[in-house]
Each structure stands twice: as structure tokens, then as C-alpha cells.
């Protein structure tokens, strides 16, 4: 117990502080769980018995984290424990801007222990992805020196640098 709240060891600081573990710990026992795949998004109802007729789907679409349009998917009832698959609409990039879409599982109304817009599930995924540089091997100035240096292809890293493999960092 801190400050008269219950507060889970090591997701929520002493100062109050949370950390990404509440937030992993809140996708784990989700009601909901949302997952995108190219053009739809599957919702597995994990309540126990009762289906998602009392929940309303919301998609945010951010430009560069600018909240560009707002809409609600028509999403069946999920009886509990079910599955179901609904198409996505084709949201188009901004031009140049890194585009991301929110899917939010709310409360479409008030219920006795939360106000009606209460988030129980949510998923991301990006539109357009951001521009990824380009990791072929390039000049770059150190000092009043110039060398070559090469980035994995796959996550970034440095691997090379003055002519030297490295590992980081």
C-alpha cells in the first residue's frame, strides 16, 4: 500500500512514477485483445460471458502525432470467448508525415465502475512507417577527419568505423 492506493511492486515508483511494466500488465489482462494484420483488425473477446455489444471501436489516425480524424469501426458483438475479423478502412500517409493508427476498445456507455469513452483494450500500428535512413556505408566527419562508416541493414547498429569492425554502440 502506498499512500493509501494499492500499488504493484515495481510497476508504479515510490515518487508515484509509473513504468512500462503497468502498461505491459494492463495489455496481459486486457477484457479485449486487438490485433492488426494488413487491412483488418481481429478482436478476441476474453470476457467470460458476456460479448462486446456494450464496447464501441474507435480509430485515431496521428500524423506526426497530430490527431488527424477520429471514427467508429461497425464492429459486430464478439460472443465471449470468440473471435472476429473486421476490415479496416485504408487510411493514406500524410504526405511525409510518420502516420499511426489507435485502435481504442472503450465503453460505448456509463457503467457502475467506469464513465462511458473508458479504454479497456487498445492497439497501434503505422501507416507509413518512418523514413528509415539509409544504412549503406557513407562519409562521415569526426574531428578534421573523414571515414567510412557502416550501419547494419536491420537495426541501425554501427559496425564499422575507421576501417574497424565494431560491435555497438
Known sequence: VHDGNF??????????????????FAAVNAPVALATRPGSLEITNRYHTVDTAHLRFVAVVEDDGAPR????LA?????????ATVDLPAWDAAGGAETWVTVRAELAADAPWAARGHVVSHTQFAVAPPARPSHAPRQVRRS??????????????????FGLDVDGP
Open 144 to 161: 578534421d577527419q573523414v571515414c567510412d562508416a557502416g550501419f547494419d541493414e536491420r537495426t541501425g547498429a554501427l559496425r564499422r568505423l
Open 75 to 83: 464492429v459486430p458483438a464478439v460472443p465471449a470467448g470468440e473471435t
Open 7 to 24: 500499488v504493484m511492486d515495481g510497476m508504479v515508483l515510490s515518487d508515484d512514477t509509473l513504468t512500462p511494466g503497468l502498461a505491459e
Open 69 to 72: 480524424l477520429e471514427t467508429e
